[in-house]
């Protein structure tokens, strides 16, 4: 309800003007009175005001002197000036002073009405106006990109997202059309050179990674067509495209050619490129992935380009990839072993594409558990960044040798660290719970989802974490919510939803319990906002 402030002389009129108007139909409050311009400047002092229906002749301050104060102190006010027929020479002064409209006494009541109703609807576009800029505003902050990158990082990593949680969060993202559009992946990447012989000082390519990450992704935000860009942490100067190409065919060779001109003639280097097939649907999205990350390291390689009929579809099926995971998680060494020999022998027979492909998906899923259990990688065990390694792999048995080579030091690495299997599973939980705070979690849910009872699976939880699952999930909540009180300018409802909580009275009262003061007060301890 916007407020209407009534300022006239004579309470006479103040109270017909009161009766005159359906204020609570027209979405408007008569909220004070005055009955001279300097006691309307006091009330418009103490209280905020939207409209103000004011008399230009009254003693003390009158109209004019009222409105030349409005203009300058509150230019936001909308005003209604009601003056007699013998003093209509005042109208010339509201005109001046920006007054919205002007009623000739005594006031009709349709004429009243539509004044308001004016009013109002000049306060309704600029407050959609503001919205609308505000949202603006927040589609372009840092945090948004950094959600929205997670979520394709997410999705490109087949991390367990529901459809419905998807669609949900695809629209959040205005991701939304991009789930039935047509799609190939485009990965980016200045190829390392040996140290060796360099000189001190010399331009190599690993010293560029940042700048070449900030010209793919501006070049990309420029660039005329459907394009989505991210990094993946697990590869670091690496940059990957997301490229619609339900308006053409070869919509993402082009954006490859361009990106890699921009990049030469910036960088002075030419980057190493790998494309997708197309794909389709969100859960297709982790085989194009794989495939141009794939295409990427083999760029040089004999069989760069080459495709066959296993191309753009999945080597592992979604059932067999969840299952190696789950192995994973566990620490089930045994069966990810059997499951991985058996796909890479069929691999292996289908053609030289396909095995390619999936000893990079095998090591990918190790490269994963390896970050998840802190188990540093040796250099020379970065397969992606080496293509002269995945070519010597040219049997099942010389890719089993060195996946499970690198699986068997991980999961030693494991247990000299006192790794078990449950604690392996809360750890995931754990991950699990990072990634996703901001959406509806519940422990029955996530006890279902990693195969525990759910009473068992909360007892599990508070031994290994040290607290119970709310306590961590809030405290996890708390963590974001505070990062966006001192980093940005979000109003409370904002950042209560974008943390996880329900609704921004149960989040105030929750942060002061723990903080000791209100979310607003925190706030006031750090005005430095992006």
């Not at 992946?185 to 190829?191: D, E, M, N, W, Y």
């Not at 040290?466 to 505070?482: C, E, P």
């Amino acid at each position: 309800m916007y407020r209407v402030l009534i300022v006239d002389d004579e309470p006479e009129i103040r109270q017909g003007l009161r009766l005159k108007a359906d204020w609570e139909s027209l979405g408007l409050i008569v909220a004070g009175e005055a009955e001279s311009g300097a006691e309307a400047l006091e009330r418009l002092s103490e209280q905020a005001y939207d409209i103000m229906l004011a008399d230009m002749n009254m003693p003390v301050m009158d109209g004019v002197s009222l409105l030349e104060a409005c203009r300058e102190q509150y230019p936001n006010l909308r005003i209604i000036v009601i003056t007699g027929y013998e003093d209509f020479h005042y109208a010339k002064a509201a005109v001046k002073n920006r007054a919205r409209d002007y009623l000739l006494k005594p006031v009709a009541r349709d004429e009243l009405t539509a004044a308001l109703a004016k009013a109002k609807r000049e306060l309704d576009d600029e407050r959609r106006n503001r919205d609308e800029q505000a949202a603006v505003r927040w589609r372009l902050s840092q945090y948004y990109k950094d959600l929205k990158e997670h979520f394709v990082v997410q999705l490109v990593k087949g991390a367990p997202i529901g459809d419905g949680e998807a669609r949900e969060r695809a629209r959040l993202f205005q991701l939304e059309s991009w789930g039935p559009a047509p799609v190939r992946f485009v990965t980016a990447g200045l190829r390392e050179r040996s140290t060796l012989g360099a000189s001190v000082g010399e331009r190599t390519p690993d010293k560029f990674r940042l700048p070449f990450e900030m010209i793919c992704k501006e070049f990309a935000e420029v660039y005329g067509e459907p394009v989505e860009t991210f990094r993946d942490s697990h590869y670091p100067g690496l940059v990957h495209a997301v490229v619609r190409e339900d308006g053409s065919a070869d919509a993402a060779k082009r954006f490859a050619e361009a990106l890699g001109s921009c990049v030469k003639e910036q960088l002075s280097f030419e980057p190493a490129i790998g494309l997708s097939g197309q794909v389709t649907g969100f859960a297709a999205w982790k085989e194009g992935y794989l495939e141009s990350l794939t295409a990427w390291n083999m760029s040089e390689s004999e069989v760069a380009g080459k495709r066959d009929a296993a191309a753009g579809r999945a080597v592992l099926s979604e059932d067999a990839f969840k299952v190696l995971r789950r192995h994973l998680a566990k620490g089930e060494w045994e069966p990810f072993e059997r499951s991985a020999r058996a796909a890479l022998e069929a691999a292996f027979g289908d053609s030289r594409a396909s095995f390619v492909r999936l000893i990079f998906q095998l090591y990918f899923l190790l490269d994963a558990a390896a970050q998840e259990l802190g188990v540093p990688l040796d250099e020379r065990e970065r397969l992606w960044l080496r293509p002269d390694l995945v070519l010597s792999l040219d049997t099942a048995a010389k890719a089993e040798s060195f996946l499970f080579g690198l699986g068997d030091r991980i999961r030693r690495n494991a247990e000299g660290g006192g790794n078990d299997p449950e604690q392996s599973t809360i750890r995931e939980v754990r991950r699990f719970i990072d990634d996703n705070y901001m959406y509806d979690l519940n422990l029955t849910s996530l006890a279902e989802q990693f195969n525990y009872n759910a009473s068992y699976f909360s007892e599990l939880f508070k031994a290994k974490v040290g607290k119970t699952f709310i306590q961590y999930l809030t405290d996890v909540r708390m963590k974001h919510a505070v990062r966006l009180l001192e980093e940005t300018t979000l109003g409370l409802w904002d950042i209560a939803e974008l943390s996880g909580f329900s609704n921004p009275g149960y989040f105030s009262s929750k942060f002061k319990k723990i903080y000791g003061v209100t979310p607003s007060e925190y706030r006031q301890r750090h005005p430095k906002k992006l």
